[in-house]
């Protein structure tokens, strides 16, 4: 092959192979669409089409992967022509054939580029998606239009909404790929190129494709039922639904008109706060990752096989999470029942997969056999990590600990899931306190994103890396944290939760918080999850603090746990989780106010609002006086992957933003006037950025810069 690369370039490589050019797009790390690629591709089109002996084109991306897409950081910037709507145009009209190579991922623009491709060929391992609703997008330059006509309108509408990749192989079945290629992805790219060229048929370019809108076109009900589907629980999201008009437009619109209305719908989403939100959140997680002291010259250590202790609740979890990404998980109990009721608990989870088509039964089986119960201790001296989830007490945490020590290998990281303890205090049952750290899991530690990783006084940077790359490893979205009761994420919750018993005495009723809260984007109100988790486990954990809590006390009092006895702060009817309204509840709140003396008067949702969620930011602001957070990005990556905090907000310090700082301080110091309460004392961090005319965001990008 003769090897030209264009020196006028860096970002697009050029060379022929005889009388195919190979156009190879070269951005690290991801191939993005900056400006110096789109006119490296459109020069290097330009170049293949004027040169008499090239009769095709493959286009490829240089290193593990085609193309990410468009380069986010250029978002709300200056557009620079060639924009990729342009570049697109030109790939799609040439007159030789143009076949995209794709290793790794083709998503968004990538995909978007590949489909103006004449044809396209994948390596095995590729992934293809169109993810922009998950930066609160749509795909803006014309996917929207040629996915339909590729794969249908169906499968494109469920691509688009849900912005899930699909793998090479789907891809294939889906028409979306023209072939796998197994070795060498170009030399296959190059053969089919030249097969193409030989049968002397120009390809139809994608846009001028109509055969898989025809079915569609006559009978809409299978594609309208499909899109009513995927948008039913959309959250105030306007992404989702800004993709369904758009792929409904393919089906009634002419293409021209409809990429110019794709275009003005992206322009719009892009302009508007969702997105803004969305984008933060994707940079928040990567942000999320650097840690001060743990560069990348901190090399991890090695984990092959990890240990759990505890099979309860978590530790069960935590156990399917790794067996889940394929690492050998050694689970031990206390004594054979507990162990048993453990596994059974995983062998029932995975069952009820299996059962819902979202896992085939050999996977199951290779996932159960990578878990070995048992309950001897010293089974756990061959793990690198041995995570620790038995029940929250500090003289248990510390008897485990210490026989950890004892048993574990050298080198072998320690960890605790606690969700209030003081890590350092666990360390101190150890004599390697550098390998202890805390990982807490949130609950189904199978299903949350979040990890929380608890950096204690002395655990060694190279324990933080390693958990790092491990949370990768298995699908989890890390952040780092410091000591102190409760976390990030509890410590927040904790104060989000201080006012509930006021509000319901106050006036509000369950459904009335639980409804401001869903308004909000929340998947759930405080009254609703509590019911799910079970009241009896606040109830136990005030009782051994002695605290009480009026309406909540009174509710287990009364034999009301929540969802498992079918009464909490609503009904259940049987076999239902539906919360239903309870005049009982509503005459218990009402006896215990008039008990009180309180007068109740109707709240309104902004008043929930101020008392819940500006005490939560408020608490957000003295974690990071006190450094337990680096930066208001990871508290906000911490209450989205952990919370449910509505991505469409962008977390609660980039919401605060939003509100504005000085807005929320007034409202703070006015309840703080009418109540007396700590609670609304707002922190100096707060009153100093909104006295400023500061912003949580500023504050992060100083942060960022000295990490
Ligand atoms: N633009 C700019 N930077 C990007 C990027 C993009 N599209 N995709 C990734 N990056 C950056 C990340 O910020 C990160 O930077 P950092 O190292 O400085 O933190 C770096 O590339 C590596 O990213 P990851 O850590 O995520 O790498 P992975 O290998 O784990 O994942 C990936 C790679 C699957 C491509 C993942 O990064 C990803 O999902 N990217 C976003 C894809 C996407 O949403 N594309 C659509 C863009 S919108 C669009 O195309 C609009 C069009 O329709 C007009
Ligand atoms: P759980 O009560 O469901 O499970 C604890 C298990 O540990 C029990 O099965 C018990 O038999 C076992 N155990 C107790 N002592 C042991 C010992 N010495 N050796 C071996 N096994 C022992 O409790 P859960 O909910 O799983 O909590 C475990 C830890 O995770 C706690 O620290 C908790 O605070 C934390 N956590 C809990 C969350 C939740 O939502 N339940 C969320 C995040 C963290």
Not at 140 to 169: C, D, F, N, W
Not at 219 to 230: G, I, N, T, V
């Amino acid at each position: 092959m003769e090897q030209e690369v264009d020196d006028r370039n860096d970002a697009v490589g050029y060379s022929t192979d005889g009388d195919v050019a190979v156009v190879t797009i070269a951005n690290p790390p991801v191939n993005a669409l900056g400006y110096a690629v789109r006119s490296g591709i459109v020069a290097a089109l330009e170049r293949a089409a004027a040169d008499p002996a090239v009769k095709a084109v493959v286009l490829t991306g240089a290193g593990r992967t085609f193309s990410g897409g468009a380069d986010i950081t250029e978002f709300g910037k200056p557009p620079r022509e060639p924009g990729l709507s342009a570049v697109i145009r030109h790939c799609e009209s040439l007159a030789k054939p143009v076949v995209a190579a794709i290793r790794g991922v083709a998503l968004g623009g990538g995909l978007e580029l590949a489909l103006a491709c004449h044809a396209r060929v994948a390596a095995p391992d590729a992934r293809l998606g169109l993810p922009e609703v998950k930066l609160g997008l749509l795909p803006g330059a014309g996917g929207t239009q040629r996915l339909p006509r590729v794969v249908g309108p169906e499968a494109a509408v469920e691509m688009i909404v849900t912005g899930t990749p699909i793998a090479a192989a789907k891809a294939a079945t889906l028409g979306l790929v023209d072939g796998i290629v197994e070795d060498d992805l170009v030399a296959g790219a190059t053969a089919h190129a030249r097969a193409l060229v030989e049968s002397r048929q120009t390809p139809v370019p994608v846009r001028d494709r109509e055969d898989r809108l025809a079915a569609t076109r006559r009978d809409p009900s299978a594609f309208e039922a499909k899109a009513k589907q995927l948008t039913q629980r959309t959250r105030g999201l306007e992404a989702p639904l800004a993709c369904v008009r758009a792929v409904r437009m393919a089906l009634d619109t002419p293409f021209d008109e409809a990429l110019s209305r794709e275009r003005a719908l992206f322009t719009e989403l892009l302009d508007g706060f969702q997105s803004k939100a969305q984008r933060h959140l994707f940079f928040a997680e990567r942000e999320a990752t650097k840690v001060a002291g743990v560069g990348r010259e901190v090399t991890p250590r090695p984990v092959a096989r990890v240990g759990v202790v505890g099979a309860g609740t978590m530790g069960g979890g935590i156990a399917m999470t790794f067996a889940n990404a394929g690492i050998p998980v050694t689970l031990v109990e206390m004594n054979r029942e507990a162990l048993e009721r453990g596994l059974g608990v995983i062998r029932k989870n995975y069952d009820l997969s299996v059962a819902r088509g979202s896992l085939g039964e050999q996977e199951r089986d290779r996932r159960l056999a990578l878990i070995t119960g048992s309950t001897r201790y010293e089974d756990l001296a061959v793990a690198d990590l041995v995570i620790e989830a038995v029940f929250e007490e500090m003289a248990v945490k510390k008897e485990v600990f210490g026989r950890l020590d004892r048993i574990a290998r050298p080198g072998a990281i320690l960890a605790s899931n606690t969700s209030y303890l003081d890590i350092d205090a666990i360390a101190d049952a150890t004599g390697r306190p550098a390998d202890v750290v805390g990982t807490h899991f949130f609950s189904p530690a199978n299903v949350m994103k979040l990890l929380e990783i608890v950096r204690g006084r002395r655990t060694a940077p190279d324990v933080l890396a390693t958990l790092l790359g491990l949370a990768k490893r298995i699908g989890k979205v890390p952040v780092v944290v410091g000591v102190c009761h409760g976390f990030v994420g509890n410590r927040m919750l904790a104060a989000r939760s201080a006012e509930n018993e006021a509000l319901l005495l106050e006036g509000a009723l369950p459904q009335e918080v639980d409804r401001a809260f869903t308004d909000f984007g929340f998947p759930m109100g405080p009254f609703a999850m509590g019911d799910l988790a079970g009241l009896d486990v606040g109830w136990r954990n005030r009782k051994s603090l002695g605290r009480t809590a009026v309406i909540a006390d009174a509710l287990c009092e009364a034999g009301r746990f929540g969802q498992k006895t079918g009464e909490g702060f609503y009904r259940y009817e049987a076999g239902s989780r539906r919360p239903e309204p309870d005049p009982w509840v509503e005459a218990l709140i009402a006896g215990k106010a008039r008990e009180r003396g309180i007068e109740r008067r109707p709240i309104a949702a902004e008043e929930i609002v101020e008392r819940t969620l500006y005490p939560m930011i408020n608490e957000g602001a003295r974690i990071l006086e006190e450094g337990i957070a680096a930066r208001p990005s990871d508290i906000d990556v911490a209450w989205v992957d952990g919370y449910g905090f509505p991505v469409g907000k962008g977390g609660p310090m980039f919401w605060a933003d939003h509100v504005g700082l000085a807005t929320i301080v007034e409202r703070l110091d006015d309840w703080h006037g009418k109540t007396g309460r700590e609670l609304f004392a707002a922190a100096p961090l707060l009153r100093r950025l909104a006295a400023d005319g500061g912003s949580f965001a500023a504050l992060g990008r100083k942060a960022g810069a000295g990490a």
